[in-house]
Each structure stands twice: as structure tokens, then as C-alpha cells.
């Protein structure tokens, strides 16, 4: 069964660069036709899709972050990797990892357990 | 403000049935597949219903979803205590280069 773990810094400053990478463990980041997302929820608010890949290295971006996120991925060590830069205190959120499919055609079925990050001096 | 419209709240009594609703566009939920989710407080979400219908292993035969043009609903009866959580839907959406949508939430009591 597919687990995902996210790890990072969980206090990043204003301006700088968020970077939070999501371990893949009981499969592999290659097999099958599945998008590696990441999605994140602010304090007390709703989710929102930031972007996902393939194992090819292929990406979505949601268009209002698009200009700020990188999502990347590594085969050899089975994980993948976002960086959102220029944060601010809008950025604070629960960062979640999860498998996806193409187009988001079957759903997001597996969930990492959210990493918090908080953006302040 | 989310691209998905869904009701802040929601509220029944336990055996009851409740409708949470889904409102959205051409661009994503008339033309692709709605799925919900079920977040429990302090949880990740969890993959209730995927492709507008269908159950994914182990979620109760109680939940239900529909999809009828732009919107789309989430159907739980026989409605329990453990029932009490955040629901969301989500789609695809085609405009630009494509990108998942979310509602905004709606919180469910049991009363």
C-alpha cells in the first residue's frame, strides 16, 4: 500500500523559498499512470491544488500560483519535490502530498498526513 | 472565493439523508468528472466518492454521488455521528492549461 510523507522546514520568512519534499514508500514514484500533486490547505480555510507531475517530469500548475511554484520529481529516490518562492504569510498552510491521476480523472486517493508550514520573521 | 460553489453548512439528525451540492461550469464539472472528499478535524482529506459515482474500497454503500450538467451532489443517509466532518468536491477544469478545483467546504453536524 502506497504511503507518502512530507518533510521540510516547518517556518520559512517572508520573501524567501518554501521547499517541502514527499517521500514515496510501498510503490514506486514510476509505476503506473499516476500524477504526484501537491495541495494545500491555510488555517481554517479550504483546499487548494497547487500543481502535480509525472514521473516523466511533466507538470500542471494552478494558474494563480504558476509564477511561484516549481514541482519536481526524482526517480532514483523515489520522491518528489515542491519550491514556492516569494512567500508570504498568505503562504501559511497545512502542505499535503498525494497521488492523483491524469486530469484528476479518478480523484486524489492517497493523502500524505500534511506538513505545516508557517511564513514569518 | 472557490470556483466550485457549495453550501458553508450543512446540518441532519442521526438516520436522516442529506444533500450537499456541488455548483460549477462548462469548463470543469460539465465536462469532467466530479469526485468528493471527507475531511475528518485534524485529518488529511480522504477520497469518499471519485468519477461523480463511484466508491472507492471501503466507503459505505450510505454515501452517494450524482452529476446532472454543471452540478454535482453528495447524498449520505442513514446519517451517524462519526458522520460529522468537512466535505468537498473537486474537478477538473479545462480553461488555461487545466487545473484541479475545489469548493470551498461545507460543514456537516449531526444534531
Known amino acids: 500500500q502506497v504511503q507518502l510523507q512530507e ?3 516547518g517556518l520559512v520568512k517572508p520573501s524567501q523559498t518554501l521547499s517541502l519534499t514527499c517521500t514515496v514508500s510501498g510503490g514506486s514514484i514510476s509505476s503506473g499512470n499516476y500524477y504526484w500533486s ?5 488555517p481554517g480555510k479550504g483546499l487548494e491544488w497547487m500543481g502535480y507531475i509525472y514521473y516523466s517530469g511533466s507538470t500542471d500548475y494552478n494558474p494563480s500560483l504558476k509564477s511561484r511554484v516549481t514541482i519536481s520529481v526524482d526517480t532514483s529516490k523515489n520522491l518528489f519535490s515542491l519550491r514556492l518562492s516569494s512567500v508570504t504569510a498568505a503562504d501559511t498552510a497545512v502542505y499535503y502530498c498525494a497521488r492523483d491521476s491524469l486530469k484528476g480523472y479518478y480523484g ?5 498526513q500534511g506538513t505545516t508550514v508557517t511564513v514569518s520573521s | 472565493q ?3 460553489t457549495q453550501p458553508p453548512s450543512a ?3 442521526p438516520g436522516q439523508r442529506v444533500t450537499i451540492s456541488c455548483s460549477g461550469s462548462s469548463s470543469n464539472i460539465g465536462s469532467n468528472t466530479v469526485h468528493w472528499y471527507q475531511q475528518l478535524p485534524g485529518t488529511a482529506p480522504k477520497l469518499l466518492i471519485y468519477s461523480n459515482n463511484q466508491r472507492p474500497s471501503g466507503v459505505p454503500d450510505r454515501f452517494s454521488g450524482s452529476k446532472s450538467g ?4 453528495l447524498a449520505i443517509s442513514g446519517l451517524q455521528s462519526e458522520d460529522e466532518a468537512d466535505y468537498y468536491c473537486a474537478a477538473w477544469d479545462d480553461s488555461l492549461n487545466g487545473f484541479v478545483v475545489f469548493g ?5 453536524t449531526v444534531l
Request: avoid cysteine; hydrophobic fraction near 30%; aromatic fraction near 8%.
Open chain 1, 7 to 9: 518533510s521540510g522546514p
Open chain 1, 108 to 112: 486524489v486517493d492517497v493523502w500524505g
Open chain 2, 11 to 13: 446540518s441532519g439528525t
Open chain 2, 2 to 4: 472557490s470556483v466550485l
Open chain 1, 38 to 42: 501537491w495541495i494545500r490547505q491555510p
Open chain 2, 70 to 73: 454543471t452540478s454535482a451532489s
Open chain 2, 104 to 108: 470551498g467546504g461545507t460543514k456537516l
